[in-house]
């Protein structure tokens, strides 16, 4: 699949589209997402433009993706949710039910969260 640059993370970077920002540096912007599923529920993406996990495993540069764990980190310490625990959740196409084709990364926690896969 191509990157659509039209997507609505793609319009966020380029400050077309505001966001609620939590965090920003050279690699990520993060954001809280407007339908949050948990009383913490941040996004994460990445700057460059990537469709899906594969994409940006494959073709980031290793500055990107170390860049970009370590934005993911940051936020779950901003956020305050790296001592009860945090749930880190990337949808990967259609059968996960992603719904915005750049890759992203959800952070979920601040609240006992339901068991998903243990």
Do not use: W
């Not at 077309?16 to 540096?25: A, M, Q, R, S």
């Not at 994460?44 to 500055?63: N, Q």
């Not at 992203?104 to 998903?116: C, D, F, K, N, R």
């Amino acid at each position: 699949m191509a990157y659509d640059s039209n997507n609505i993370f793609a319009k966020i970077l380029r400050g077309e589209i505001p966001c609620d920002k939590v965090y920003e540096d050279d690699f990520a912007l993060a954001f809280r997402d407007i339908n949050p599923q948990a009383k913490v529920h941040t996004l994460v993406i990445p700057k460059g433009a990537y469709v899906s996990f594969d994409d940006f495993a494959t073709t980031a540069s290793d500055a990107e993706i170390g860049g970009f764990a370590r934005a993911v980190q940051a936020v779950a310490a901003l956020e305050g949710v790296t001592e009860s625990g945090y749930r880190l959740l990337a949808n990967h196409g259609k059968h996960a039910h992603q719904e915005v084709p750049h890759f992203h990364i959800h952070i979920a926690g601040g609240e006992s969260l339901p068991g998903l896969i243990a």
